[in-house]
């Protein structure tokens, strides 16, 4: 019985291989994104025009993540590869590298879109990743986008993809209205934020937010701080009576903890989605639903509401 089912087994198994096989046939148009904050705007512009391929996966750190050599390999046939860039993605930017000599057409989002360099910490002075914080320069990021996926994938409708990047644009500028429209309402005294890392100022920026200080005194994950840092940032959440401090999602929140109970009153630590989307039914399962999330809970922190 066994023997007589197993040649169904083998040929139900063979069917799988060539139908995941061709999710990668050669003529359907193919873009690798390394973020998955990137691989939802991407996918926004293109709908199912291309295949689009997210390198990262959902609550991942985008400083740290690695890639499979399979992975890195199909890089190199992409007919486009977008990446966040100005250093971000630490675990996959030689493969970017290693695809663009292969061939490939690569796009940096993040040189394009007016990056701004960290102001204080250990990073002052080199450029600031985290560009996506700021609904206005993801609007950017989309033009560009567009430009590139029309003008570098073959089989792509183009006027498809402009409507759709249009329609995708208008929701970003609705959403980034909302947003200052909601920040209006937190008097400016309360406008202060003190992160995981340094991920939050181009969000600052845009809207008007002081940066008081992080937990690692840096622009990424990568780093620890030490004693004095933690030291000195407890100096500053007292001096601006800081109502909350930002933990990330897929950071483990115990030093935002500690710092909370150095204060000597009343802190919140408050989860937000900073640098990485979460599964597609979680609270941050879009680039859109991400910001509202972290807006209404920075407003919920600072209005000494926080969870
Ligand atoms: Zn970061």
């Known amino acids: 019985m066994r023997f007589r089912r197993l040649p169904a087994n083998l040929a139900l198994l063979t069917s799988m291989l060539v139908t995941g ?25 293109v709908g199912h025009e291309a295949e689009v391929s997210v ?9 740290s993540f690695g890639i499979s050599a399979r992975e890195a390999h199909a890089m190199q046939s992409a007919d486009l590869v977008v990446y966040n860039g100005l250093g ?33 910490g250990d990073a002052a002075g080199t450029p600031d990743p985290h560009f996506w914080t700021d609904p206005a320069r993801v609007i950017t990021a989309v033009r560009l986008l567009t430009d590139e996926i029309v003008g570098q994938v073959d089989g792509v409708d183009a006027a498809v993809v402009r409507q759709r990047a249009d329609a995708y ?25 003190v992160t995981n890392h340094h991920v939050f100022g181009y969000f600052a920026d845009r809207y008007d937010f002081t940066v008081i200080g992080a937990i690692i005194p840096g622009g990424t994950t990568l780093a620890s701080p030490s004693s004095s840092d933690l030291a ?5 959440i007292r001096t601006h009576q800081v109502p909350a401090i930002f933990a990330d999602t897929s950071q483990p929140a115990r030093l935002a903890e500690v710092l909370a109970a150095e204060a000597g009153f009343r802190v919140s630590v408050v989860a937000l ?10 609270d941050a399962g879009t680039y859109l639903d991400l910001m509202r999330f972290n807006a209404e809970a920075i407003i919920g922190g600072l209005s000494g509401n926080g969870r």
Not at 23 to 42: A, F, H, Q, W, Y
Not at 169 to 193: C, I, N, Y
Not at 273 to 282: H, I, N
């Open 232 to 236: 000195s940032l407890v100096t500053a």
């Open 55 to 63: 390198l990262m996966k959902p609550d991942a750190d985008p400083h």
């Open 169 to 193: 644009a208008k929701q970003l500028s609705e959403l980034d209205t909302r947003l200052a429209g909601r920040f209006a309402g937190l008097p400016a005294q309360r406008r202060v934020l």
């Open 273 to 282: 989605y900073s640098e990485s989307l979460s599964e597609p039914d979680g």
């Open 88 to 120: 971000l993605e630490e675990g996959v930017l030689r493969h970017v590298d290693a695809a663009r000599a292969a061939g490939a057409h690569t796009i940096e989002v993040g040189t394009r879109i007016g990056p701004m360099e960290y102001q204080d």
């Open 21 to 45: 096989a061709a999710c990668g046939s050669p003529d359907e148009p193919r873009i690798v994104v390394t973020t998955n904050i990137l691989g939802d705007v991407v996918t926004q512009i």
